[in-house]
Structures are given as structure tokens and as C-alpha cells.
């Protein structure tokens, strides 16, 4: 019979199975290292063969010396070795463990870095403002905190890692999306380096409706902004995510041509793609808050603002005339310290701009005489009731802006605050028309200085609040043709159940002759409410609710991450590269958690400092 080859002796000694018998700790100092290999507790080596001829030859061959140890002598010997080789493990561990703890104090203070929108290289501030509070607070803990490795290119590196991590976690959302929905908002501009940078929100609901409101992705285009070009850049984006288009139900834009042009606009090839995909027609909006900006105009008396606009910038704009301004005013003890810039982009500019005018008029005037810059129209009465009028009409429309403002707000809501302001004009009007000046206090105090009812009370004015009204209803008739659909998701049990779609009305009856329901909807929130209806009892209707839920009324929230831009890639910080820019807005505007023990987990190598004062460690 044919002798077996060298590889054949291998594999017998694996199907052996051989195991590690407990007498070999006594005899040879040793213990079992795995299945299949023991450790010598004396020099530490490995013998990768678990057989006793084996142990016993390294022995022999090295410790033989250790024979002298007999009995219990040899028994506490081997109880020593031991504890040696535990400590000596426990070190490694800890070791480790200790590099996990830097590697994520480096994940943390770079996330709040990018949250706070501060420069990449403030890592190196912070790493030694913590070693000089160490110093005082915990010396005996300072090599720990000297271990924090926070330069600008670990910075760098730990940013990206956090955005990935998020961007993986809303890749997560969307594909749970099931039989939810949802919307996006669209809104360009250009940074200080001219790129175009377009910032592309989406609002997730799920049929459990779990809502969010997350960066889709910022794309930069560095040619023309055509209809097509944004329009590709959405496509791209959500292709990435491998977002099912059917589910899509609106697209809000801040109304340039190129988003809302019938045609080539962006929203309409964008339509058009989730049509031929079988989606629904998409809801399509311009943003609530530009529409109320845009009917604000109809405010302009450019007689008024011209003359405020030049004061203020008259006093703000030379140094020696602002400071000597201050100083007077503080000698009239006046209300107020300054007046304010007027600054057209801002949305409360205006009505902020104004009030403090009126407020520091007489001070303004005697100021501006003092100057040489005689202002007749501050002793006009006509133009003082002109401003006063303005002032009280633009404090109105601030109110409601503010009200418009704001994160994650439901459509059905902004539209409802919309609607409260044309009642109140109404209100307010025929309250002027009788010379009722209760919601007008800046006109009410002009009245009280003189006799000028019959200019704030002029037809004049009249026709102004008339115009406002219409301009008013003709801005907002988009969401006026959706108002019956937002009154459904609203107040469902208001509405006429033969009045709505036959698929709700068997459920809108059963809905409103429900105690139970009418309790929960009084005593929840109205997301809440609708998360707690039957799936199988009510499922038209909350489709119907998961789709209204999933529309953004405004642009909010891509204005506010523009100014977030603005910040980070600003004349100090030009360089800043847009994979980077993208990856810090993404953190700052996140409502979720990066995952930063899951990422420190995952690396291979945790790196401690690099410092120059310092020795490198590297785990």
C-alpha cells in the first residue's frame, strides 16, 4: 500500500480532533489557546499543534529548570503564570478600548463642528482648550485627552464618515417607505465661488406615518440652470436612492422660471417622468412664505420708503453720524438705540425697518436738522399718516410671515394661517372705514398727537387694503383649488361625505359617527390621530392623510440652509470643496443621529494624536 504524502500526515492530525487534557497545565505549564493550539505561560509562546509529544519537547527543551517546582509549590507557580497572562490581555484590552474612547471623543467634536458650521481646523483650538482645562480640572487624566486627534485633515475625514452614515440611514428610510409617500422642495443658488447649488429636500411619511424632513442631496451644476438641468440633477438624486417615483406626491419650488415654466420649467419634466411611470399628477406649489413677500409689494408707497430708506442709510452708513446718532439718542433717553438697515431679501426688513422710524421720528428729525438734512416731510401730516398706515399694514404682514416660518409644518396649517389673515384685513378695513383704530397703533398714537382721522380713514387708504385683498386671493389660488382637500385632512368630521371621492365615504360616515374617534381627534394631534385609525377600517383615508402629510407648504427650510451655506463657504473658507459642503449640510440640518459607535466599531485602526509635541501611538 502507498505511504501517504507529507499533506496527508496534515490533514490527519485535524480529523484527529485532538483535545487539550488538564493535566498539561500541571505538567508543562500551559493552557488551551482555542480548539486547537495552548500557550506556554512561561515565555508565552504558541504551539500550533495540540499534541502532547509536542508540548512536552518545548518543555523539556526550555523550562526544564521549572521541575524544581513540585506539589503545591508548582500548583501556586501555575496560579502565578496565569494571573501574569490575564494582566497582560486585560492591557491589550484596555488598550483597545482606550483607542475606541479617543477615536469617538474625534467623532464627536468633529460632528458638532460641521452641526455648528465652524472651519474644519478649529479641531486643533479645541483639542487644546480641553488640555488646558484638563490641566486644572483632571491633570492625572491628561494623557487621555493629549490622545484626541483633531487636525484638519482628521476633521476632514471624521465628517465624511458621519455624513456617509447618514446618508445610509435615509437610504434606510426611503426603502422602508412601503405604501407612504413623499414630497420634495427645490430651491438654487449660488455660492461665493459661482456654483449653482442646488439643494434638493425630501419629506418622507410611511403608512405608519413616521415623518421626515431630510437632505436629499445638494448637486452642484457648473454650467447652465436650465429646466433640464435641474430637472436631470432631482433625477439623479433620487435614482440614487433608488426611489420609486409612483410614490411621489408634490414638488414645491420657490417659483423662478426655470423651476415653474410650463413648458421646460423643471416641475413640468418632472411631472411628465412620474406620469410615464404611472405616478399621479404631482401637486405642484410655489413657496407660501415668497407668495405672502410677493403680495407685500403691493405695499410699496415708494414715497415713504424712499425718504426712510435714505434717512436711515444717511445715519448708518458714515461712522461719525451713526455714533454721533447713538449718542443722542441715549441723551433723549428715546425708546430705542439705533434705527435698523433695510435690506430687501430679508422678509421682516421692512416692517422692522419702519416701526423703529416711527418710533425714533421726532429724535430722526431733530437729528437730521442738526445736520443740515432738513426732513419736511417728518412735519408733514399727510405722509406722517402715510407711514403710520404702512408701519401698522407691515406689522400685520410680518405676523404672518413669522407664522409661516418654522420647520416641518403641515400644508393644511400654513394655508389655514393664510386664510386667518384675509379675515382679518376684512376686519380691520371696515373697522377703518368707521375710524376705528384699535388693531392700528401706530395710527391710533398719530391720532392722539393731532387731528388726522380723516387721512388714515381716506378712501386712499381704503382702496390700498382693497388692492392688498386681491393681490392676496390671486397669489394664493393654487392652494385654493387644493382647500377642499386640506379641509378633508384637516377636520374630517366637518365634511360632507357626498361631497368627497366614493372611496371615503362609506369610511367618513363610520369615521364621524364614531365616539371614539371624536375623542381621540380632540385629544391628539392630528398625526397622532390619524396614526391611531385602523388600517383596514380607514384605509382611503389615511392615504389620503399620509399624502397631504407629506407636502411641503414652503422652501423654509432650503432659505435656511442657504444661510447655513452662506457660513461655511464664505470669502475666509472659498476653498471649500462641494463634496464637503455637502457632506456639513448635511449634518446641520439632519434630524437624525450619526451612528458614531457603530462607525468607530467598524474601523480597523483607531489613531490616536499626531501631535508634534507628543509621541504617535498608533492601536
Known amino acids: 500500500m502507498e505511504e501517504p504524502g507529507p499533506w496527508r500526515k496534515n490533514c490527519f492530525v485535524s480529523e484527529e480532533k485532538r483535545k487539550f487534557q488538564e493535566k498539561w497545565s500541571n505538567a508543562y505549564f500551559v493552557l488551551p489557546q482555542g480548539s486547537d493550539k495552548v500557550i506556554c505561560l512561561i515565555c508565552k509562546q504558541v504551539n500550533a499543534m495540540l499534541k502532547e509529544y509536542n508540548i512536552k519537547r518545548h518543555y523539556d527543551t526550555n523550562h526544564k529548570m521549572y521541575d524544581k517546582f513540585m506539589g503545591k509549590e508548582r500548583r501556586t507557580k501555575l496560579e502565578q503564570l496565569q494571573r501574569g497572562l490575564t494582566a497582560q490581555q486585560s492591557v491589550f484590552t484596555n488598550l483597545a478600548k482606550s483607542g475606541e474612547a479617543v477615536t469617538q471623543a474625534s467623532y464627536v467634536v468633529a460632528h458638532e463642528i460641521a452641526r455648528r458650521s465652524k ?150 419634466l418632472l411631472s411628465d417622468k ?62 430705542f438705540g439705533d434705527v435698523i438697515y433695510f435690506t430687501a431679501v430679508r422678509w421682516l426688513s421692512r416692517g422692522a425697518t419702519l416701526k423703529r422710524f416711527f418710533n425714533l421720528r421726532k429724535e430722526i428729525a431733530e437729528f437730521m436738522q442738526s445736520k443740515g438734512q432738513d426732513l419736511p416731510q417728518l412735519s408733514d ?57 384699535t388693531h392700528f397703533p401706530a395710527c391710533k398714537v398719530l391720532a392722539g398727537e393731532c387731528d388726522v382721522l380723516h387721512h388714515l380713514c381716506s378712501d386712499k387708504n381704503h382702496n390700498l387694503m382693497e388692492k392688498l385683498q386681491e393681490e392676496f386671493h390671486h397669489r394664493f389660488s393654487d392652494f385654493s383649488d387644493h382647500e377642499k382637500s386640506f379641509n378633508l385632512f384637516q377636520d374630517p368630521f366637518t365634511c360632507a361625505p357626498e361631497e368627497e371621492p366614493a372611496e371615503m365615504q362609506f369610511e367618513l360616515i363610520d369615521l364621524q359617527e364614531s365616539s371614539e374617534a371624536r375623542a381621540a381627534y380632540r385629544d391628539k394631534n392630528l398625526i397622532e390621530f390619524y396614526k391611531g385609525l385602523s388600517p383596514s377600517t380607514y384605509p382611503a383615508l389615511r392615504q389620503h392623510a399620509i399624502r397631504m402629510a407629506s407636502l411641503f407648504g414652503s422652501t423654509y427650510i432650503c432659505e435656511k440652509t442657504f444661510s447655513t451655506m452662506a457660513i461655511n463657504k464664505s470669502q475666509l473658507r472659498s476653498r471649500l470643496t462641494d463634496a464637503h459642503l455637502h457632506a456639513v449640510l448635511r449634518i446641520a440640518t439632519t434630524e437624525m443621529e450619526p451612528d458614531i459607535k457603530g462607525i468607530v466599531a467598524n474601523r480597523r485602526q483607531h489613531h490616536k494624536s499626531h501631535s508634534k509635541d507628543y509621541p504617535v501611538v498608533l492601536e
Open 274 to 335: 412620474v406620469a410615464n411611470n404611472g405616478g399621479e399628477n404631482l401637486i405642484k406649489y410655489h413657496c407660501i412664505i415668497h407668495k405672502e413677500a410677493l403680495a407685500a409689494h403691493t405695499l410699496e408707497m415708494k414715497h415713504v420708503m424712499d425718504i426712510v430708506v435714505k434717512t436711515v442709510n444717511f445715519i448708518k452708513s458714515r461712522g461719525l453720524n451713526h455714533r454721533q446718532f447713538k449718542t443722542f439718542l441715549v441723551q433723549s433717553e428715546a425708546e
Open 119 to 268: 472651519p474644519f481646523s478649529d479641531g486643533e483650538f479645541v483639542r487644546d482648550c480641553i488640555l488646558k482645562v484638563a490641566d486644572i480640572v483632571c491633570p492625572e487624566q491628561k494623557s487621555k485627552f493629549r490622545d484626541i486627534s483633531l487636525s484638519n485633515d482628521t476633521v476632514t475625514r471624521r465628517i465624511e464618515d458621519l455624513a456617509n452614515d447618514l446618508k445610509e440611514q435615509l437610504g434606510l428610510r426611503v426603502e422602508g417607505l412601503g405604501k407612504g409617500s413623499f414630497s420634495i422642495a427645490l430651491d438654487e443658488s449660488t455660492d461665493i465661488s459661482d456654483t449653482a447649488q442646488l439643494l434638493i429636500f425630501i419629506r418622507t411619511v410611511t403608512e405608519d406615518f413616521e415623518i421626515g424632513e431630510e437632505l436629499l442631496s445638494m448637486e452642484s451644476i457648473k454650467d447652465r440652470t436650465r429646466g433640464i438641468d435641474i430637472c436631470d440633477a432631482v433625477c439623479r438624486s433620487l435614482d440614487a436612492y433608488n426611489v420609486e417615483l409612483t410614490s411621489m406626491v408634490g414638488v414645491t419650488t420657490d417659483g423662478a422660471p426655470a423651476m415653474v415654466g410650463r413648458k421646460a420649467g423643471a416641475v413640468s
Open 381 to 437: 401730516t399727510e405722509w406722517l399718516c402715510d407711514l403710520a398706515f404702512l408701519v401698522d399694514l407691515n406689522t400685520f404682514l410680518s405676523d404672518l410671515n413669522v407664522k409661516l416660518q418654522g420647520h416641518g409644518k403641515l400644508i393644511s396649517t400654513l394655508f389655514e394661517s393664510v386664510k386667518a389673515f384675509q379675515r382679518k384685513l376684512q376686519l380691520v378695513q371696515g373697522q377703518l372705514r368707521e375710524g376705528d383704530l
